[in-house]
């Protein structure tokens, strides 16, 4: 990776750490997680079909699902357990893995022999279901085990209640063996994402990080934004951005880039809550920035069964806006603090990188073409991407980086591990989609929630957002999507909100759990990196990252948004957002063409909630008087006489 990280297993949140687990047993979780990237490269690479065999798709979840229990178990990254427990925990690995494995290979005869609820499926699906819940509860905490586990006693025992939220009589072994067998179940499609587009996307990245991407990400950042005030933050936003739409885990991002980008920025003059705030938010955006989004946009096409590129175009302008936001607020602060560009022997000539670093692009050149071209799936499109970026590491160095074959264990290793959170998150998933469809308890939550809002749609939004950053805190993005696409996105269809923009309404708000106290892992990380205070760093986070709070309340109701409808409507409202994100962006530095006070600040805010919202978001009509014009009116003649008036700071543009 660069970073001196290599060949160190994450710590169950996507981010790598010194691991205290005892070497034999660490020795052991390198092997599995190696296995597991292994498994998932057989698989994508359709292997099995040249040797003439073809497994059950649920055969090799259950393989999977194997690896990931006993690597789960097994780990020890705090180095808290005793011999004892050290015992126990092998005994855990052991029983679980084996269940798994059991399953793997006794499956073809339990499917077909799941009404008949056979002794062994019946125990088999027990021990899993104990299994995923206690990993579920090692790595992401209790939250999400108490929502499964309430989901699951509320099917079981929602028939002995009257009201929309009953449900239908499910004994409880046919719902122990359902959700253990059947591919509606944990065996279903949420695990299968979780096995096939995530780890190939994961060994996408890694590898291009090992061959040195990491390095030509920055210097192409350098080169395009260092020479422009405030240019270590705007670098930082930059590679963070590319880095992160490739490797789909956050924390990780700001372990490879974060450690260079905010000790620049702590150089060039950017408070220490403010440079690991901006690392924080561009790398958490990183997933929302297409064509690859982290996997997302593969995840939300085979959930939502539309073409991938139906995603790309869908989330294009949502993300130009973040990021425009995130540059705007770094230009302005650099701008009211005076923080200058960056060194000029920092910076390479954009021509020397791009000479040097063009093979970089071939490997998303062969994701695409194997995407649109030849129609492949989505894992096996990232194999060969993977592929290409192992021949060009092989044969292209940048600035002196070259890969070396002996770097393959450590991208297997690192691989597998990163996967095991949204692994059990998925098959934890299974059993929420699996209760909710065999008890009818899905559609009772649905029209509760929708009754809730009491048939408003802004209300019923916020709710659905604030459950979102909920359910959201402490786990992986992807993670957050899969459980919230079960929770939360058939309630927000219900009430007729476009599929596409429920589900992207869902993911934006899940992925601002990362940086939202009390549990903003992200913002967390990236402040230990910059020594400020963690809680200020996280709500400064907040204060950047605006823009993913607040837009996907916009787009659910402005389809041009997501480049829906007439071309003229949609060009005016981009252009509306556009400067409402600018408009309030300087409301929140406090600076626009210089100093803003309190009362101005007040007025450039307004102005800028009235361009980006529409009117009947807040009114609950289609057809008044556009406020935003209005305001416009009135606050354009004072800005202009405000930006002119004497002022002890001098008065610079706000983007150079």
């Given at each position: 990776?660069?970073?001196?990280?290599?060949?160190?297993?994450?710590?169950?949140?996507?981010?790598?750490?010194?691991?205290?687990?005892?070497?034999?047993?660490?020795?052991?979780?390198?092997?599995?997680?190696?296995?597991?990237?292994?498994?998932?490269?057989?698989?994508?690479?359709?292997?099995?079909?040249?040797?003439?065999?073809?497994?059950?798709?649920?055969?090799?979840?259950?393989?999977?699902?194997?690896?990931?229990?006993?690597?789960?178990?097994?780990?020890?990254?705090?180095?808290?357990?005793?011999?004892?427990?050290?015992?126990?925990?092998?005994?855990?690995?052991?029983?679980?893995?084996?269940?798994?494995?059991?399953?793997?290979?006794?499956?073809?005869?339990?499917?077909?022999?799941?009404?008949?609820?056979?002794?062994?499926?019946?125990?088999?699906?027990?021990?899993?279901?104990?299994?995923?819940?206690?990993?579920?509860?090692?790595?992401m905490g209790p939250l999400l085990v108490?929502?499964?586990?309430?989901?699951?006693?509320?099917?079981l025992l929602g028939h002995l209640i009257?009201?929309?939220?009953?449900?239908?009589?499910?004994?409880?072994?046919?719902?122990?063996?359902?959700?253990?067998?059947?591919?509606?179940?944990?065996?279903?499609?949420?695990?299968?994402?979780?096995?096939?587009?995530?780890?190939?996307?994961?060994?996408?990245?890694?590898?291009?990080?090992?061959?040195?991407?990491?390095?030509?990400?920055?210097?192409?950042?350098?080169?395009?934004?260092?020479?422009?005030?405030?240019?270590?933050?705007?670098?930082?936003?930059?590679?963070?951005?590319?880095?992160?739409?490739?490797?789909?885990?956050?924390?990780?991002?700001?372990?490879?880039?974060?450690?260079?980008?905010?000790?620049?920025?702590?150089?060039?003059?950017?408070?220490?809550?403010?440079?690991?705030?901006?690392?924080?938010?561009?790398?958490?955006?990183?997933?929302?920035?297409?064509?690859?989004?982290?996997?997302?946009?593969?995840?939300?096409?085979?959930?939502?069964?539309?073409?991938?590129?139906?995603?790309?175009?869908?989330?294009?302008?949502?993300?130009?806006?973040?990021?425009?936001?995130?540059?705007?607020?770094?230009?302005?602060?650099?701008?009211?603090?005076?923080?200058?560009?960056?060194?000029?022997?920092?910076?390479?000539?954009?021509?020397?990188?791009?000479?040097?670093?063009?093979?970089?692009?071939?490997?998303?050149?062969?994701?695409?073409?194997?995407?649109?071209?030849?129609?492949?799936?989505?894992?096996?499109?990232?194999?060969?991407?993977?592929?290409?970026?192992?021949?060009?590491?092989?044969?292209?160095?940048?600035?002196?980086?070259?890969?070396?074959?002996?770097?393959?264990?450590?991208?297997?290793?690192?691989?597998?591990?990163?996967?095991?959170?949204?692994?059990?998150?998925?098959?934890?998933?299974?059993?929420?989609?699996?209760?909710?469809?065999?008890?009818?308890?899905?559609?009772?939550?649905?029209?509760?929630?929708?009754?809730?809002?009491?048939?408003?749609?802004?209300?019923?939004?916020?709710?659905?957002?604030?459950?979102?950053?909920?359910?959201?805190?402490?786990?992986?993005?992807?993670?957050?999507?899969?459980?919230?696409?079960?929770?939360?996105?058939?309630?927000?269809?219900?009430?007729?909100?476009?599929?596409?923009?429920?589900?992207?309404?869902?993911?934006?708000?899940?992925?601002?759990?990362?940086?939202?106290?009390?549990?903003?892992?992200?913002?967390?990380?990236?402040?230990?990196?910059?020594?400020?205070?963690?809680?200020?760093?996280?709500?400064?986070a907040m204060r950047f990252g605006w823009?993913?709070?607040?837009?996907?309340?916009?787009?659910?109701?402005?389809?041009?948004?997501?480049?829906?409808?007439?071309?003229?409507?949609?060009?005016?409202?981009?252009?509306?957002?556009?400067?409402?994100?600018?408009?309030?962006?300087?409301?929140?530095?406090?600076?626009?063409?210089?100093?803003?006070?309190?009362?101005?600040?007040?007025?450039?805010?307004?102005?800028?909630?009235?361009?980006?919202?529409?009117?009947?978001?807040?009114?609950?009509?289609?057809?008044?008087?556009?406020?935003?014009?209005?305001?416009?009116?009135?606050?354009?003649?004072?800005?202009?006489?405000?930006?002119?008036?004497?002022?002890?700071?001098?008065?610079?543009?706000?983007?150079?």
């Open positions: 990776m660069g970073d001196g990280t290599a060949g160190r297993p994450d710590d169950g949140h996507g981010h790598v750490s010194a691991d205290k687990t005892p070497k034999a047993l660490a020795t052991i979780c390198h092997v599995l997680a190696a296995l597991l990237s292994l498994t998932a490269i057989v698989w994508a690479a359709d292997a099995f079909r040249y040797l003439g065999l073809a497994p059950y798709t649920e055969q090799f979840l259950a393989a999977v699902l194997s690896l990931c229990l006993g690597i789960v178990f097994l780990r020890d990254p705090r180095g808290r357990r005793g011999r004892w427990r050290t015992r126990l925990d092998v005994t855990f690995a052991l029983l679980a893995s084996l269940s798994a494995l059991y399953l793997t290979v006794r499956y073809p005869t339990l499917v077909l022999q799941q009404l008949q609820m056979p002794a062994d499926g019946l125990i088999v699906s027990g021990v899993l279901l104990v299994a995923i819940l206690e990993g579920v509860r090692r790595t108490l929502v499964i586990a309430a989901v699951i006693a509320f099917g009257s009201g929309p939220l009953q449900t239908r009589y499910v004994p409880p072994e046919r719902a122990l063996m359902y959700l253990g067998v059947d591919s509606g179940g944990m065996l279903g499609l949420t695990l299968l994402i979780a096995a096939t587009i995530v780890i190939a996307f994961i060994l996408f990245g890694q590898v291009l990080l090992a061959s040195g991407a990491g390095a030509f990400f920055n210097d192409l950042s350098l080169a395009l934004m260092g020479r422009r005030r405030g240019g270590s933050a705007k670098i930082a936003i930059v590679g963070s951005g590319l880095f992160g739409t490739i490797s789909g885990v956050v924390v990780s991002n700001i372990v490879a880039t974060g450690i260079i980008t905010i000790r620049i920025m702590i150089k060039g003059g950017y408070r220490r809550t403010s440079a690991g705030a901006i690392e924080a938010v561009a790398s958490t955006g990183g997933q929302i920035l297409p064509p690859i989004m982290g996997a997302a946009a593969f995840l939300m096409a085979e959930i939502l069964q539309v073409p991938y590129t139906a995603i790309v175009v869908a989330a294009l302008v949502p993300a130009l806006l973040f990021y425009i936001a995130i540059l705007l607020q770094a230009d302005l602060e650099a701008a009211r603090l005076r923080i200058p560009p960056v060194a000029e022997n920092l910076i390479l000539p954009l021509s020397r990188v791009l000479r040097s670093g063009w093979p970089f692009f071939v490997p998303f050149a062969v994701v695409i073409v194997s995407l649109f071209w030849f129609g492949l799936r989505a894992d096996t499109a990232a194999f060969y991407g993977a592929v290409a970026g192992l021949l060009v590491g092989l044969v292209a160095a940048y600035r002196t980086r070259r890969f070396a074959l002996g770097d393959l264990w450590a991208i297997l290793v690192r691989t597998g591990m990163s996967v095991i959170d949204v692994a059990l998150i998925a098959a934890s998933a299974g059993y929420l989609i699996g209760m909710l469809n065999i008890s009818g308890l899905g559609f009772g939550l649905s029209y509760s929630l929708v009754q809730l809002g009491s048939g408003n749609l802004f209300v019923l939004l916020v709710l659905a957002g604030a459950i979102c950053i909920v359910l959201g805190m402490g786990m992986p993005t992807v993670g957050v999507y899969l459980v919230l696409a079960v929770l939360i996105a058939p309630s927000l269809v219900e009430v007729g909100v476009a599929p596409i923009a429920a589900h992207l309404f869902i993911f934006y708000l899940g992925m601002m759990s990362m940086v939202t106290p009390p549990v903003g892992i992200a913002a967390f990380f990236a402040a230990s990196i910059a020594g400020a205070d963690k809680m200020r760093t996280a709500l400064e823009v993913a709070y607040v837009i996907p309340f916009v787009f659910v109701v402005t389809p041009s948004l997501l480049l829906e409808g007439r071309p003229l409507d949609i060009v005016a409202d981009i252009a509306a957002a556009i400067a409402g994100v600018w408009l309030i962006s300087s409301a929140a530095v406090g600076w626009f063409r210089g100093d803003l006070s309190g009362p101005w600040r007040l007025l450039v805010g307004m102005i800028g909630v009235a361009f980006l919202f529409p009117d009947h978001i807040v009114f609950g009509a289609w057809h008044v008087i556009d406020l935003g014009a209005i305001l416009a009116l009135a606050g354009a003649a004072a800005l202009r006489w405000h930006s002119a008036a004497p002022s002890d700071t001098p008065i610079e543009r706000s983007m150079e």
